[in-house]
């Protein structure tokens, strides 16, 4: 029977998952438009996420707060450890967030440059700080005995992180790309079609490189994970969705596409959250300092009653999230109300 903090571990991997799939999308659309030249084009960018942005990112507050509850010693430790990366990442989000209310307030080209490079800088710097610091959970940061962090913003710059940031990234723009095409039309789609292709093509190359990377920064991911059916049915899911993605885009099946899309986001997380587990934050001085899912919850009552809270809670949180979504699907079309 699976007991109180695995079942944690499973709601807070569920949660970061459904954050990566939901923003990742809109934080590729924020940096697709770093790319676009044409007005209309980029009123479309903003429009088409502009409704569902906000509510995307209510699940990494959600999972902030899991983990908190839950393990609060591995949120002392990662946002103390993070805390640079984390300010920035803070940074990168508000600029994004207000740009969308300030873009259209005054009618001037530059005004609108201005936080068009706010929005598009934004996406990109949050997508990139948040799959660097993913990378160097994968590879462990330096921590100690006592749970002391022994490294600096600069040391989790390293070459492993970084080939997982711009892995991350790339995805994103993929995700963002394909969901551009389930809401423009005529060229733009053309030009979101050919972003996702690329993309398609970069994400692979990386996603090989970084795994090969993976055997040599953090070979204890490997250890008995073929054992496990569960990888393998991850691995296939993964293996499925990326042979998808070309042939739903060529087909024009772009809502499968988008699917697609969001299962190799889903699927290569939840492999990497199966090889870690029960690790949290892997500890790159020794393993054995590594917080994981029982020495670093809270006690059993607390996880129980969250369990409670969470029974309740989540499916009123998914419910709302498909009933917007319902709301807001099809093409963009631009009215004097738009952004």
């Known amino acids: 029977m699976i007991d109180l903090n695995t079942i944690w571990f499973i709601l807070i991997a569920i949660l970061i998952a459904g954050y990566a799939i939901l923003d990742g999308f809109d934080l590729g659309v924020g940096i697709l438009h770093l790319f676009t030249k044409d007005e209309s084009e980029k009123k479309i960018n903003l429009n088409a996420i ?4 906000d509510g ?43 740009s969308f209310e300030f873009r259209g307030k005054v009618d001037s080209i530059t005004f609108k440059k201005v936080w068009d ?62 969901y551009m095409t389930l809401k423009t039309e005529e060229t733009q789609l053309q030009r979101m079609t050919k972003w996702a292709t690329s993309c398609w093509m970069a994400f692979i190359i990386l996603y090989l490189v970084a795994t090969f990377l993976t055997f040599f920064y953090s070979g204890f991911l490997f250890e008995n994970i073929t054992e496990n059916p569960l990888f393998w049915i991850l691995f296939l899911l993964l293996l499925l969705s990326i042979v998808y993605i070309p042939l739903g885009l060529k087909s024009q099946q772009y809502f499968k596409s ?12 939840s492999l990497s959250a199966l090889s870690l587990y029960p690790r949290l934050v892997p500890s790159s001085i020794n393993l054995n300092y590594s917080l994981n899912a029982y020495n670093a919850s809270s006690s059993q009552y607390t996880l129980k009653t969250m369990l409670i809270i969470a029974i309740i809670g989540m499916p009123v949180v998914i419910a709302y999230t498909i009933f917007i979504y319902r709301i807001f699907k099809g093409k963009v079309v631009i009215t004097k109300d738009s952004y």
């Open 50 to 53: 502009g409704p569902v942005w």
């Open 56 to 98: 995307n990112e209510v699940w990494l507050i959600t999972a902030g707060g899991a983990l908190f509850a839950a393990f609060p010693i591995v949120y002392a430790t990662v946002f103390s450890s993070f805390y640079i990366a984390l300010m920035l990442l803070l940074t990168a989000l508000i600029f994004r967030a207000v």
């Open 117 to 178: 490079y706010a929005f598009g800088l934004g996406s990109l710097f949050a997508a990139l700080l948040l799959s660097v610091a993913y990378g160097n959970i994968l590879k462990g940061i330096p921590i100690d005995e006592n749970k002391i962090f022994h490294g600096s913003f600069f040391s989790l710059l390293n070459p492993y992180a970084i080939v997982i940031g711009l892995t991350g990234v790339v995805l994103f723009i993929m995700h963002g790309a394909i």
């Open 258 to 269: 988008f699917i697609a899309s969001s299962l190799i986001i889903f699927s290569a997380f």
